[in-house]
Nanobody
């Protein structure tokens, strides 16, 4: 059983910064991709930023140049540095881990990020 524990959400003013952390524990066999998704009220859950085991990153267009995803493979951890935050970044942010063998997606419990204008 794999558990993802997130931290770092909160309330910040527009233009500010937050850093999200996610640590994975448990029987992790083979990780391919880790990253972050977000879901705003009344909207679907969308990808924000992901990073593969080889370090390739992918960002949503709306966060390019403002957010940075990074990973510590030794700690099975993933981070999201969020700068120049905007009110439209307000959402619940979910940590994601994609296991290869056997194929399975794990999700964290979510952490609220609120950006005030």
């Amino acid at each position: 059983q794999v558990q993802l524990v997130e931290s770092g959400g909160g309330l910040v003013q527009a233009g500010g910064s937050l850093r999200l952390s996610c640590a994975a524990s448990g029987s992790i066999l083979s990780i391919n991709t880790m990253g972050w998704y977000r879901q705003a009220p009344g909207k679907q859950r969308d990808s924000v930023a992901t990073i593969t085991k080889s370090g390739l990153t992918n960002y949503a267009d709306s966060v390019k140049g403002r957010f940075t995803v990074s990973r510590d493979k030794a700690k099975n951890a993933v981070y999201l540095q969020m700068d120049s935050l905007k009110p439209e970044d307000t959402a619940v942010y979910y940590c994601y881990l994609g296991q290869v063998l056997p194929p399975y997606d794990y999700w964290g419990q979510g952490t609220q990020v609120t950006v005030s204008s």
